[in-house]
Each structure stands twice: as structure tokens, then as C-alpha cells.
């Protein structure tokens, strides 16, 4: 079965950076795309990141663009989000999901975990 | 960007009726649609894939159709577990340029 779990999700300050988890088990790793998808009340469910599963393509929302990055760790089964300088507007419950196919445009993504919530606030 | 409208944004429905959400692209996606099933404080969940095609485990009461621009999910027999917000979402050109619906809350006549 597979498991997702998110977490590192806190309050941080505008400008703050913060890094996410997503520990996995239950499915080969490094076989599969992974991504990152957050859900806030004011603009609903949005795609931040996307990566192959050998970490190699990686693409980018518009919002998130040279402010965030994804990487994987295939050896310790972890994807993880680095969020440098934060906005309110990031403020949203943070999700990962697992891609049906290595490559991460041919797949198709489903979640597992329960999110962490991320607040920016001052 | 691809706008993906659907409708209803909310409906009330009663145990064993059958239920109907339509989604639409502003522009033709082909068959690159999938729909999610989300319950409160619960990530979404893939139900179907490709437009039509059912996620292993989902029950077969679940069922989608279309292509281009005009997409449907069909709940045939509204059962309990099945009250939930429903999305759908596109994968049409690269990630992560796919958006999601604003959803379809389903709620207990």
C-alpha cells in the first residue's frame, strides 16, 4: 500500500524560507514522477512542482517560479520542497502525490497523505 | 492557461439518486481530464483518469465521459461515502500549467 506523509509545515514571516518532506513507502521510489500540489481557500487546489523519477526534469508553477525548489532523495525514499522568499499568498495546505509513470508529463498524479498546513503571517 | 469551469458549484442529493457533474475546458484538451474525489481534511483522491477510465479500487458506480471541451462525472447510485467535493483537472501541454475545476461540494438533501 502506499503511504505518503507531508510535514514541515509551520508558521513563518514573509521573506521567511522553509523546507517540506514527503516521506514514502509502500512503492519503488525512484520509479515514479512525484509532485507537489497546495490547496488554499482563496484559489482552491494549484500545481506547484513537478519532478521525474530520477530528479533530472523538474518543472514549475508560474507563482512558485525561482522561489521554490523540488528534489528527491532515491536513497532515503523523500521528496522535499525548498520555499524561499514566502507571501502571504502561499499560505495553503501542501500536498504530495505520486505520478503513475517515471516521467512526469506522462503521469498521472494521485495523493496519499494528509498535507501540512504552511502559514505566512507576519 | 486552460480555464476549467464546472457545474454545479454545489447540489443536494438524496441516498441512491444519480448524480451528473459537468466540466468544461476553454479550449479542447483531447481526453486529458481526470477527476478527484475530496473529503473534509482529506487529500483528493483519484477517481478517474484519461476522461473515462476508472482507478483501480474505485467502485464502478463511478463513471466519466466526453473529450474536447465538455467532460461529465456520473455517480449512478449516491451511497454515503460518497458525499465529498469533486474536482476535475486537466493534464493537457506541460506540467504544471494543469488546473483544476473550482469543485462540486455534493451535499445530504
Known amino acids: 500500500e502506499v503511504h505518503l506523509l507531508e510535514s514541515g509545515g509551520r508558521l513563518v514571516r514573509p521573506g521567511g524560507s522553509l523546507r517540506l518532506s514527503c516521506a514514502t513507502s509502500?512503492?519503488?521510489?525512484?520509479?515514479?514522477?512525484m509532485s507537489w500540489v497546495r490547496q488554499s481557500p482563496g484559489k482552491g487546489l494549484e500545481w506547484v512542482s513537478v519532478i521525474s523519477g530520477s530528479g533530472i526534469v523538474t518543472y514549475y508553477g508560474d507563482s512558485v517560479q525561482g522561489r521554490f525548489t523540488i528534489s528527491r532523495d532515491n536513497s532515503k525514499n523523500t521528496l522535499s520542497l525548498q520555499m524561499n522568499s514566502l507571501r502571504g499568498e502561499d499560505t495553503a495546505v501542501y500536498y504530495c502525490a505520486k505520478g503513475s509513470a517515471f516521467s512526469a508529463v506522462a503521469a498521472i498524479y494521485d495523493f496519499g497523505g494528509q498535507g501540512t498546513l504552511v502559514t505566512v503571517s507576519s | 492557461d486552460i480555464q476549467m469551469t464546472q457545474s454545479p458549484s454545489s447540489l443536494s442529493a438524496s441516498l441512491g439518486d444519480r448524480l451528473i457533474i459537468s466540466c468544461r475546458a476553454s479550449q479542447s484538451i483531447s481526453t486529458y481530464l481526470n477527476w478527484y474525489q475530496q473529503k473534509p481534511g482529506k487529500a483528493p483522491k483519484l477517481l478517474i483518469y484519461g476522461a473515462t477510465t476508472l482507478q483501480s479500487g474505485v467502485p464502478s458506480r463511478f463513471s466519466g465521459s466526453g473529450s474536447g471541451t465538455d467532460f461529465t462525472l456520473t455517480i449512478s447510485s449516491l451511497q454515503p461515502e460518497d458525499f465529498a467535493t469533486y474536482y476535475c483537472q486537466h493534464n493537457y501541454q506541460t506540467p504544471p500549467m494543469w488546473t483544476f475545476g473550482q469543485g462540486t461540494k455534493v451535499e445530504v438533501k
Open positions: 509502500g512503492f519503488s521510489f525512484s520509479n515514479y514522477a
